[in-house]
């Protein structure tokens, strides 16, 4: 499906059956926006090119971060989707790993975070720039590392990068690294941004697909 966008696109300057299309030029792979057909307010952001997943070393280039900030700006149409606005704390990117995804292309899914780790993250998320660290709490069933990114957006934010060099395990354990990343209220009102990490099960769970309460 992403390939059959990317053409769709060059040739005929259209994105169906994609939501939106950003051509690979030089210095970015492209990317793709797909409504889900499974949930009524899920999206997936997807490169163009061809990147299995986590483990791809492509993944944590620094091309990456406009992957990642291509997921985060498509909380528009989550926000579309329901009729209403959401606060950025209400709103997750998740990546599952290789043997949790059904897919063989890394995929962002964009949709509502499950309120109980919302309220969880607000009360108990560091609230500055953050090393890694054992987030205290568990979520959802999972323990997970948390690190605070103190930035309005993803521009210039490697996400998996970050991973990478933070957590020396990380790299000999990127089959099963689940990413997720949702937004933050930091200190003094300032934007940001949490990460999460675990190895063993999908980001994914911490996403609300129904986005109740909301």
């Not at 606060?87 to 897919?103: K, M, Y």
Request: net charge negative.
């Amino acid at each position: 499906m992403v390939q059959t966008c990317a053409v769709a696109s060059a040739r005929f300057g259209v994105a169906f059956p994609c939501d939106e299309v950003i051509l690979t030029e030089q210095g970015d792979y492209g990317s793709v926006l797909i409504k889900s057909p499974l949930h009524r307010t899920e999206f997936l952001v997807a490169p163009i090119t061809a990147v299995a997943g986590l483990e791809s070393p492509s993944a944590r280039s620094t091309d990456s971060a406009r992957l990642w900030n291509r997921a985060w700006e498509a909380r528009q149409k989550v926000e579309a989707r329901l009729g209403h606005g959401l606060p950025r704390s209400a709103v997750g990117l998740a990546v599952n790993s290789r043997i949790e995804r059904s897919q063989d292309q890394l995929h962002i899914h964009v949709d509502c975070l499950l309120e109980s780790v919302e309220r969880t993250l607000a009360l108990d998320g560091p609230k500055q720039d953050a090393a890694w660290q054992p987030f205290p709490l568990i979520l959802n069933g999972r323990s997970y590392w948390i690190m605070a990114v103190d930035e309005p957006d993803l521009r210039t934010t490697n996400v998996v990068g970050l991973v990478v060099a933070g957590l020396p395990q990380a790299r000999h354990a990127m089959d099963d690294l689940n990413v997720l990343v949702a937004g933050a209220t930091l200190a003094d009102a300032r934007p940001g941004f949490y990460i999460l990490v675990n190895w063993g099960r999908a980001a994914e769970h911490l996403l609300d697909h129904r986005c109740t309460s909301r």
